[in-house]
């Protein structure tokens, strides 16, 4: 059975205190790994889209890679805007659909 | 500026009504889809449509339905046979459904809960 799992549920940081979340799928013929991040009562906006192991992405203080059983979002030096949930959802080629995880809720102290 | 607008931001449903959840959007997108999401749960895939007049089943139809006359909207109709509708509903849409891997763009959701 297809699955997404993230990992901590969640996490608090001091502003400025790097760390990393983490989304573990087991997904038969992976076309794409997908970020999101989603605000309280707004919807998921997307972040990155990785295709094979070894690719990465940036955007500003974030960093996602990708091997073949994990993906990894990095945060650099986070600011209190960075809180938020991040979502990871993973599309397998059996079928087409996104398969999302439950999420890693991230606060960010001053 | 292209998006996709959700209708109601909340909304209440009494027992045995039937409620719309109205989704439109202007990106030209071919490929629309329902979620549900719930406290400490995943998005849960309730209905999808990838071209007009043709929608399928997700993971959790049961209770819902949904149209697709035009392309740009995917109404979504909770059902008195729906016994648990309290729960953030999410829109989405992409360019298409199948081999691409064009990712989903999201709107702001509608809260559902029964009075």
């Known amino acids: 059975e297809d699955q997404v799992t993230q990992s901590p549920e969640a996490l608090r940081l001091q502003e400025g205190e790097s760390s990393s979340l983490n989304c573990s799928y087991t997904?038969?013929?992976?076309?794409?790994l997908f970020w999101y991040r989603q605000d309280p009562g707004k919807g998921p906006e997307f972040l990155f889209t990785?295709?094979?192991a070894g690719e990465e992405k940036e955007k500003e203080r974030l960093k996602a890679t990708l091997t073949k059983k994990e993906s990894f979002l990095h945060i650099t030096a986070p600011k209190p805007e960075d809180s938020a949930t991040y979502l990871c959802?993973?599309?397998?080629?059996?079928?087409?659909?996104?398969?999302f995880g439950k999420g890693t809720k991230l606060s960010v102290k001053p | 500026d292209g998006g996709i607008t959700q209708s109601p931001k909340y909304l209440f449903r009494k027992e045995g009504q039937n409620v719309t959840l109205s989704c439109e959007q202007n990106?030209?997108?071919?490929?629309m889809y329902w979620y549900r999401q719930d406290p400490g749960q995943g998005l849960r895939l309730i209905y999808y449509?990838?071209?007009?007049?043709?929608?399928q089943k997700g993971d959790i139809a049961e209770g819902y339905s949904v149209s697709r006359e035009k392309k740009e909207s995917f109404p979504l109709t909770v059902t008195s046979a729906q016994k648990n509708p309290t729960a953030f509903y999410l829109c989405?849409?992409?360019?298409?459904?199948?081999?691409?891997?064009?990712?989903?763009?999201f709107g702001d959701g509608t809260r559902l809960s029964i009075l």
């Open positions: 997904v038969s013929g992976l076309r794409g």
């Open positions: 989405a849409s992409s360019k298409d459904r199948g081999i691409s891997n064009q990712p989903q763009h």
């Open positions: 449509s990838q071209i007009v007049n043709d929608f």
């Open positions: 959802a993973a599309k397998g080629g059996s079928q087409g659909n996104l398969i």
């Open positions: 990785l295709y094979s």
């Open positions: 990106l030209n997108h071919d490929a």
